[in-house]
């Protein structure tokens, strides 16, 4: 039955108070939704996520965000199965809504553990290192990232819509702001329902979620310079809303990730009867077939060197005569309908653009349990090129199962029909030469935001093509919208502010959560290693007793560890180098010592070193220097639950003349008090 749509806004489920737009099954034809957003407040609503869900979102640490993440994601990956009933209607087969609806959630998880393991457990996140401004080390200077005081808008594409939303939802979520949710109208009855799941679990906090289902037509107006939009498309929609008045006015940070010719480039190297040649024909094929081709990275344009061309188009037309194109909920279809009839014809539109410097390689097949006049279906269809560089194969994006062959003469021709796409998100290239794969994408990297890379050795672990990774950049320069989405921390970094904080040592540790070069010691509280990680506060610090080094204790670690390094146990050799100017202490060896000078012997909260980062020496060690070393704690990190924290103590190895020989980071895990954040009580023996 045909339902209307609601969206939820301010807190509540909102009911259109008009008729809107219906959609239709992708297959039978039949409506499926109303889509309107007729009576919302569009100022209330972005009022509702700056003032309520955005001081809740701030106040919780990065690892709390992250939490809300993992539970969200676990909560869809739950309740999916409701999901994949539903995603028949909009022409998927369960293949292709595996990666809307459980590669949705795997966002969401994916960046729930980087910000569990790369954020600190706080509100605000430190680039680099400080800066020094002033010689004695008075006066310093660090750039922080801080959650904005906005709004991340989504306007959404079809052809995701649930991916298309976690995806950006994520790093908006792990940054701290709160997200309103508007999805493409023919596929917003799936987004509706998993945001249905997301509210009523009452895992989000209020304001935190908000969904606009129809039109957005003057919520743009309410936006300001804290805000972001991030808009997935057409290229001209993307022209046209980057342009809107209160966007440029007010320096609304706008993200855009729009169509693409996105191109695929088989390698010189890779002739018929290799494994490349398959592995090349095999990705065109799904990225032709996968979601109907209804994927914006999927590939339009591949590359073959001309006197391949026969061959590869053979063997296109025998692989997609295999391809059961059907009912998307029968389980033996490979590739089922368009989004809808609209969208069929337009790719029919397009493809009769494509076909004024084209020749048809494919474009039937069979229809399979299904009227194909009826439901949105089209038969893949393969063209080739007769003019490699007209406009039109390069320009016009057929949105649907729909690939072009393109013949080249060589690398240096390969690049540039690659550049003729303006800008594109993806681009494969196949090749089993890895001179000729680094010629490519060295020549083809400028114009693409990410190079896949395709040969035998990664046949069985390649991700594909078309598949973004919440670790990897998605977005593409030029056509493809100049921006970024997902990436990691570069992600969130979207939705943060960087400032440049100067100031005092003191005052920088106070800001940044991270005890900063010249900030206060604290060195009267004993040994720090007798300390749990609840009672270690930043600038905690031991300044230890000396050691001095001899020749015996450099020649017993030479001889122990096999280390005999001609600076270490060659006296005229050592003396004659413009480096050491004489015999010195191994590195590893002043490091050793270092350890024995600060290390607590006996059992206590210290669980285990389990690593150094930053380590230099600065300085060479000479057998007679006499080393002492100041340790203090410099980061905590809880770890909620598990019983411990990590703590990253900074090391200053010192010689007899205050000169610092070796400076590292000692990473350690250091036990809660008994009964305090999952820490085992302790028992009487």
């Known amino acids: 039955m045909m339902r209307t749509l609601e969206s939820h806004v301010c807190g509540f489920w909102h009911s259109p108070a ?47 965000r992250a939490a809300l993440l993992k539970a969200v994601g676990q909560l869809l990956l739950a309740e999916k199965e409701s999901l994949y009933i539903l995603s028949t209607a909009t022409g998927a087969t369960r293949a292709d809504s595996w990666i809307d609806i459980e590669g949705g959630a795997g966002v969401l998880l994916g960046y729930a553990s980087k910000g569990r393991r790369e954020l600190p457990n706080g509100t605000v996140l430190l680039e680099g290192e400080p800066e020094v401004l002033a010689r004695d080390g008075s006066f310093l200077a660090a750039h922080v990232a801080t959650s904005r005081l906005g709004v991340a808008v989504q306007v959404n594409a079809f052809n995701f819509p649930i991916w298309g939303a976690l995806e950006k939802l994520a790093p908006a979520w792990l940054a701290g702001v709160p997200a309103i949710i508007k999805p493409a109208t023919p596929t917003a009855f799936l987004t509706e329902a998993m945001v249905r799941l997301i509210v009523d679990s009452g895992l989000v906090p209020d304001g935190a979620l908000q969904l606009v289902c129809g039109s957005v037509s003057g919520l743009l107006d309410h936006l300001d310079g804290q805000d972001h939009v991030a808009f997935t498309g057409s290229a001209d929609t993307a022209a046209v809303l980057r342009a809107h008045p209160t966007l440029v006015a007010r320096s609304v940070r706008f993200n855009a990730e729009a169509d693409s010719l996105n ?13 490349e040649f398959d592995l090349f024909t095999s990705e065109v094929v799904r990225e032709m077939t996968v979601k109907a081709g209804q994927k914006c990275t999927a590939i339009r344009r591949a590359l073959v060197p001309a006197t391949q061309l026969d061959a590869v188009a053979d063997a296109l037309a025998t692989a997609l005569a295999d391809v059961r194109v059907g009912d998307p909920a029968d389980e033996s279809t490979q590739m089922g309908a368009l989004v809808g009839t609209t969208q069929r014809e337009e790719v029919r539109g397009a493809v009769m653009s494509l076909r004024s410097a084209t020749d048809v390689v494919v474009d039937a097949c069979t229809f399979h ?27 016009t994006e057929a949105f649907g199962p729909v690939c072009t062959l393109i013949g080249y003469d060589g690398p240096d021709d390969a690049i540039r029909l690659a550049a ?33 890379v395709l040969d035998a050795s990664t046949a069985a672990t390649s991700t594909g093509h078309g598949s ?46 991270q005890w900063m070069p010249g900030a206060t010691r604290h060195v009267d509280r004993g040994h720090p290693f007798k300390l749990h990680f609840d009672d270690l506060e930043l600038g905690t610090a031991i300044r230890t007793d000396s050691r001095t080094v001899t020749l015996e204790d450099i020649e017993d670690f030479a001889h122990s560890t096999g280390d005999h390094f001609y600076a270490h146990m060659d006296e005229q050799a050592a003396a004659a180098s413009p480096i050491f100017g004489g015999r010195v202490a191994h590195g590893y060896l002043v490091l050793s010592l270092a350890a024995g000078l600060f290390v607590w012997p006996d059992p206590g909260p210290v669980l285990a070193n389990y690593g150094i980062d930053r380590c230099r020496f600065a300085k060479p060690t000479y057998p007679g220097d006499t080393l002492t070393v100041w340790l203090t704690a410099k980061r905590k990190t809880l770890r909620t639950g598990a019983g411990y924290g990590e703590v990253a103590w900074d090391a200053q190895v010192v010689n007899q003349a205050a000169e610092v020989v070796a400076a590292y980071d000692v990473l350690t895990m250091v036990a809660n008090r008994p009964g305090v954040n999952g820490a085992a009580e302790s028992k009487p023996a």
Not at 41 to 63: C, E, I, K, Q
Not at 377 to 392: C, G, H, I, N, Y
Request: no cysteine; glycine share 14%.
């Open 369 to 395: 349990d299904v009227d194909p006049s009826v439901g949105a279906f089209l038969a893949p269809t393969v063209l080739r090129a007769t003019d490699p560089t007209a406009r039109s194969i390069h320009a």
């Open 468 to 513: 973004p990774l919440p670790t990897l950049v998605h977005g593409g320069p030029g056509r493809a919208g100049g921006g970024e989405e997902m990436g990691g921390l570069r992600g969130i970094r979207h939705h943060m502010q960087t400032s440049a904080i100067q100031g005092s040592p003191d005052v920088l540790t106070a800001v940044t959560g």
């Open 263 to 275: 191109a695929a480039i088989l390698g010189i190297a890779a002739t018929p009867g290799t494994t």
């Open 18 to 64: 008009a008729d809107g737009t219906v959609t239709h099954h992708a297959v039978t034809g039949v409506p499926v939704a109303s889509v309107s957003s007729t009576g919302i407040d569009f100022s209330a609503t972005t009022a509702y996520a700056r003032d309520v869900g955005g001081p809740t979102l701030r106040s919780m640490s990065f690892h709390e």
């Open 420 to 452: 003729l796409g303006a800008g594109s998100l993806v681009a494969s290239v196949v090749t089993p030469d890895v001179d000729e794969a680094a010629t490519l994408t060295l020549g083809i990297a400028a114009h693409h935001g990410r190079v896949h």
